[in-house]
């Protein structure tokens, strides 16, 4: 069946597999998709939506690099959020409801569309291995598979355990079976893995919920998109509502504790932290009578519904009970209840930036086999693990991206560089440099790199150059034109700001705080000059950021130069830190463990300190 040998084997549909899949074949190589069911490519196994905090931006950068979630996104989005409008742009983040059945088969639709992608169904029960080196997989009906690079994107498959209450079965996912021999053969071959817990909440009949009693809470009134690219975006969009939780609910959820996996001692592995169970909400939080509970249609046609907020493992009886006394829940329907998985991961510092083992030349690994949490980060480690292994087996430099240049940077570098003990989801907090790396400019940042990687088209690059043009164009305007105090004046003190009594440039007036892009227009020598060069939305917005955070820009440009000065001080290859006993006992343990390719990386690990640092650049003769 498999008589020539693939460039890339890419084990796992999801969204780290479906974006691997796609960069590789791209970019030149011929590339297998091996996935236990062909009906769940791009399967949204939890909440039907993408982006938000800090993943909003992920998922800017995959579309700037050439990925397709964006586009996905766009085809099959219901509604459409800029999540906190009200704080700076540092901190906007887009956000999509999603028709779930719709993104998995635009998903499908865009592999089965790409050049070089071959698919197969089956699952994958052990990795070909030659002097350290992976040449193939093997699949559970004993057929190999030659390849001269593998990329893992297991997810939760791997020996996972679904715990609904008192009972569990094995599985991957909700009526799909867990894969079982891949993480036996890598501890056989040194490998370190771990166990990691995730759960998902119930789904329930739409049509038995009382949306009257709910907050509403539509999309924005001027929905934008994900893609760069010239997608649609929403005309028409559905509604989310809200509601809470009470003591009843959170009385009657607690009668079922000690029925509880998490709390009888079934299961031990660490959940995500900033996405806990209805019951860990109630536990850590016990002076709290509610919680929010977001009521998210699963599409346009559909009446299942998504009850985010309300995650647990509690046995299915507690669950109905509790939900029933939810104001608006009253005669509710189940569709099937919430549950917690159990599954392997592999502790990320076992690999390079690139996202190939450190152990076996040509395997990488991506997403939640990482013990990464969310869509949005599995489709950026597929992304990148794609491109490097393409350029690997083409003799071609990796392709790595640094801290103050993307989310993903920084991502991969908090995973290679600090490891992580539970599920690792990106917020805009681990970002030193997120002023610089916004939503809105992730074209600006990616879009070359992307081209010159042959992911990003030459439309794609030329649509990003006439938007920075335009952009600067407009900033220069507003450096260059003067404007009187009779013009300027009633904006200033329409928001309370001190007048002027002589003319200025427009854009000292534009910096001030409460002075908008939307002020600025009422000045026809600026609506003028937008209405002439036909600047649209994008551009006076991409302007606004520029003029009103200049100064924050030029600093933390200023800092990501420092932080170039020390990339640029390589470690040598397999270095003996044991010999440097200038360091410490916990630098030298930590930094053999790691093996940092940089100084940069190096001080950025735990435990090294700024004296441990010192050491090594003045053994290096810096």
Known sequence: MFGENYDVIVVGGGHAGAEAAAAAANMGSKTLLVTMNLQTIGQMSCNPAMGGIAKGQIVREIDALGGYSGIVTDKSAIQFKMLNKSKGPAMWSPRAQNDRMRFAEEWRLALEN??????????????LVEKGKIVGVQTSLGIPIKGKAVVLTNGTFLNGLIHIGEKQFGGGRSGEKAATGITEQLTSLGFESGRMKTGTPPRVDGRSLDYSKMILQPGDATPEKFSYTPTETLKVQRDCHMTH?????????????????????????????????????????????????????????????????????????????????????????????????????????????????????????????????????????????????????????????????????????????????????????????????????????????????????????????????????????????????????PILESVDSNTVTQSDKMFKAFSRPKVTMEHMLQLDVVSNFVETNELDREILEQTEVQVKYAGYIAKEKLNADKLHRLESVKIPTNFDYSKLKSLSFEAREKLSHIQPVTISQASRISGVTPSDISVLLVFLGR
Not at 251 to 272: K, T, V
Not at 297 to 315: D, I, K, M, R
Not at 351 to 374: P, V
Not at 430 to 444: G, H, I, P, S, V
Request: with cysteine; aromatic share 12%; proline share 5%.
């Open 114 to 127: 790409t050049p070089n992608v071959d698919f197969y169904q089956e699952m994958v029960s052990g990795l």
């Open 245 to 489: 939780t009470s003591k009843l609910v959170h009385d009657l959820l607690r009668e079922g504790f000690d029925r509880s996996p998490m709390f009888n001692g079934r299961i031990q592995s660490i959940g995500p932290r900033y996405c806990p169970s209805i019951e860990d909400k109630i536990n850590r939080f016990a002076d709290k009578d509610s919680h929010q509970m977001f009521i998210e249609p699963e599409g346009w046609n559909t009446v299942e519904v998504y009850v985010n907020g309300f995650s647990t493992s509690l046995p299915e009886d507690v669950q109905f009970k509790a939900l029933r006394s939810v104001v608006g829940f009253e005669k509710v329907k189940f569709f099937r209840p919430g549950y917690a998985i159990e599954y392997d991961y592999f502790p990320p510092t076992q690999l390079k930036h690139t996202l190939e083992t450190k152990l076996i030349d040509n395997l990488y690994f991506a997403g939640q086999i990482n013990g990464t949490t969310g869509y949005e980060e599995a489709a950026s480690q597929g992304l990148m693990a794609g491109i490097n292994a393409h350029l690997k087996i083409n003799k071609k430099e990796p392709f790595i991206l640094q801290r103050d240049e993307a989310y993903i940077g920084v991502l991969i570098d908090d995973l290679i560089t600090k490891g992580t003990e539970e599920p690792y989801r990106m917020f805009t907090s681990r970002a030193e440099y997120r002023t610089l790396l916004r939503q809105d400019n992730a074209d600006l940042r990616l879009t070359p790199k992307g081209y010159d990687l042959g992911l990003a088209s030459k439309e794609r690059l030329t649509r990003m150059e006439e938007k920075l043009n335009k952009s600067n164009q407009f900033v220069k305007f507003f450096k260059d034109t003067s404007v009187l105090p009779k013009d300027i004046n």
